[in-house]
Antibody, heavy 124, light 107 residues
Framework: QVQLQESGPGLVKPSETLSLTCTVS????????WSWIRQPPGKGLEWIGY???????HYNPSLKSRVTISVDTSKNQFSLKLSSVTAADTAVYYC??????????????????WGQGTTVTVSS | DIQMTQSPSTLSASVGDRVTITCRAS??????LAWYQQKPGKAPKLLIY???SLESGVPSRFSGSGSGTEFTLTISSLQPDDFATFYC?????????FGQGTKVEIK
């Protein structure tokens, strides 16, 4: 079955750019939407944004100015970049498969496959 | 942005209890609502999608209902494995928002 694995530095300095990659195995990245979600220590979940395999994106308005999500279909990977990080960006970052079908209308079926999460700490 | 409000924030219950968690949206989202269960140190797990559809492999004691702005997740008979934090999540016009979570604790 499809599995997701996040990878990237666990420590990032303030004002720098956080970069993470999610590798999709056991299936193709094609035909699905793929989201990034984060969870600060002891807090709830925050959706960061998604990318469709074709490259189209949509971001959380509260993070939009600092977020870039990209996809590399040849590697079956998608990536997150978050710029100008502060301590408030310290969190566990998850990638997930996001079941949205866009036809004449939108049909949404939830995020059914998640990575295990990777902890990113912002500190000098 | 659509805001999602869950209640209660914490719930104390015993094994065998019927448990209900409520999620309210700040505007109508039709039935585009999902419920997740998260255990400490683990990724969330999808339980319910489209407000009332049970994800494959999820026990039938979990059920969801509602449409528009008010939704509920019900656990018909709480089991030891169910103590966790539950989140609702909405979809609307390409955006998604999670509720703040409801922690179900052992009474």
């Amino acid at each position: 079955q499809v599995q997701l694995q996040e990878s990237g530095p666990g420590l990032v300095k303030p004002s720098e750019t956080l970069s993470l990659t999610c590798t999709v195995s056991g299936g193709s990245i094609g035909s699905y939407y793929w989201s990034w979600i984060r969870q600060p220590p002891g807090k709830g979940l925050e959706w960061i944004g998604y990318i469709y395999y074709s490259g189209s994106t949509h971001y959380n308005p509260s993070l939009k100015s600092r977020v870039t999500i990209s996809v590399d279909t040849s590697k079956n990977q998608f990536s997150l970049k978050l710029s100008s990080v502060t301590a408030a960006d310290t969190a566990v970052y998850y990638c997930a498969r996001d079941r949205l079908v866009v036809a004449a209308e939108h049909y949404y079926y939830g995020m059914d496959v998640w990575g295990q999460g990777t902890t990113v700490t912002v500190s000098s | 942005d659509i805001q999602m409000t869950q209640s209660p924030s914490t719930l104390s219950a015993s094994v065998g209890d019927r448990v209900t968690i409520t999620c309210r949206a700040s505007q109508s989202i039709s039935n585009w609502l999902a419920w997740y269960q998260q255990k400490p140190g683990k990724a969330p797990k999808l339980l319910i999608y489209k407000a009332s559809s049970l994800e494959s492999g999820v026990p039938s004691r979990f059920s969801g209902s509602g449409s528009g702005t008010e939704f509920t997740l019900t656990i018909s008979s709480l089991q030891p494995d169910d103590f966790a934090t539950f989140y609702c999540q909405q979809y609307n016009s390409y955006s998604r928002t999670f509720g703040q979570g409801t922690k179900v604790e052992i009474k």
